[in-house]
């Protein structure tokens, strides 16, 4: 490990200061600017420079800030994921705000603040930075979600999703003072060091301080019994915010938890097994079954976050190392084609202004590519070969097996069967069902050049990661084993 | 105490008490900066601006709703009796003093060591946390340009 604890290191922050540069450029230099596309292109010209860093950086282990921030692929691997959804996110909103005559730069400004939020959050291994990184991810979000003003839904998704944040912090932040209280120091790997000194003087901080830091980041990641904000809040938010907040949230808990756990509370991870085990199975049953209810496509997708985030506690309760890469490559393959979902929901919400199920019937005839992708997108969703929804499963149930969770691995497999019922339900108004009404074949899709893009790139990690998965999962196993 | 009363200008006067009681507790940790620093800023600058946006906002009497519910009262007078009780049994059983805490902890070089020091990194990613608190406020608080 070269250079450690070198004091002032800047090279190791520079994807998150690229980002926040760019958003202090929205802020002040942009406003000025006639053409407001250019707001977007700032936003994703700096994902792009933040993306080059972190391959610049690939494979150099380093720390700095007297330790307070440390760069591993692990932590880079999820900076990647971050950035897909984050520009993915901006693209799907260009065509979305215009049209609702919201296209400001504090929009994409408050987007990049919460992503280079969520990269702070990952690249530290002190509590301390975690939780301030976790704060910086959602004060925007909540802002983000309310930001259609005059909308009484989106008000009220922005209300809630503030309150339950709220609470997730108190929680979270009452755990790292116990953490702090039993073990005197906010450092994981401090804390790992001295767990067995800490169990023996007083148990109960450490294990108390670590179940009420899982309370907090359950909330964030939508876990049972957690999960009762989500469908409101995604319903109401604009819906590339719903695309936004229904990934980078996750994988940043996500990744999160599986340092905090793995590492931090390394000494006890066995007392918590059991409680992954039932979180696990509880938030894909919840998830899985409440979906088949929705009739609007949005909500169900909210409910299919929840149940997307159970698969992912899934890799948690294995917690091998095996199991992180995992959930390494599930999220980022999730990233993909949860984004790609979004974006046809965004298209068809632009065109119909609603999400109700009844609205894709006939889509096949209107627009055969769209009900493609439509397809594919739904496809990946619930985990059918080639795609890259197969492979993240597959790879995330064999690393469960050979941890020894048969049953929850049973479990999760019916619930993927359980999941193949809603996930096609779209696909089938599309293809088999006529639209009811004079809705004529005739109406034109006006596309932004940026959603095309969006589309084209969500469907190509969709199905590349299902083809090609040998590459990135390579790069997910070297982050796996570099975390340990 | 600053939850238990519905006028919210109670609340953030037993919010500068109870900041001043953790202002003593710090002293009696002999960390008069910090000390002062709490009064000064917290107290004095924060709250007072609180109680500038609450005043600001008028609420009526009529709008509080009726004070909270009657057992509350004696169920604060046998907790208040236990903690009290409890904070004497401990203070009779501790020593004078701690031994966790350094010489010098609470001075002026200390703080500053720790802040631009060790903590130098956290202590800026605060400022960028106040600053998207504030972007964020400003969005939502602005009025829709028509």
New interface residues.
Partial sequence: MPQLDA??NINIVLPEISL?IASFLL?TIVPLAKQRIISSIISLASVAVSLYFIYAMWNHQQT???G??TCDNFCLFSKVIFLITCGGAVMLSRDYLVKRGMDRP?YY??ML??T??MM?MVSSS?L??IF??L??MS??L??LA??F??DVKSTESAAKYFFMGAFASAFLLYGIALVYGGTGTTDLSKIFMSTGIALQKNELYLIIGAALILIGFAFKIAAFPFHMWVPDVYQGAPTPVTAFFSIGPKAAGIAVLLRIFIIGFGGVYESFTIIFWILAFLTMATGNIFALMQNDVKRMLAYSSIAHAGYLMLALTAGSSEAVSAALFYLLAYSFFNMGAFAIVTIVENKTGTNHIDTYKGLASRHPWLAVFLALFMFSLAGFPPTAGFIGKFYIFSAAIKANLVWLVVAAVMNSLISVYYYLRPIKAAFFEKAEGEESSAVQLTLGPLMVVAIIITSVGALGLGLFPNYFLKLAAASGLMMM | MVITVRNPVGSVLYFILSLLAQSILYIQLSGLFVAAFLVLVYGGAILVLFLFVIMLLNIRHADLGPEAAPMIKPMAWVFGVVLLAEAVWVAMGTKARFDGVSENFGSVPEVARLLY??????FE??S??L???I??A???AKR?LS
């Fill in positions: 004091a002032i926040l802020l700095g800030y007297f307070m921030v504090e400004a408050m603040i919460s280079s939020g702070f002190n301390m930075v301030i990184g704060e910086i004060l925007p909540y802002v309310g930001f003003k005059d | 020091g060790k903590f130098v990194f956290p990613l605060t960028i946390l600053l998207a608190a972007i964020g400003v969005v939502i829709t």
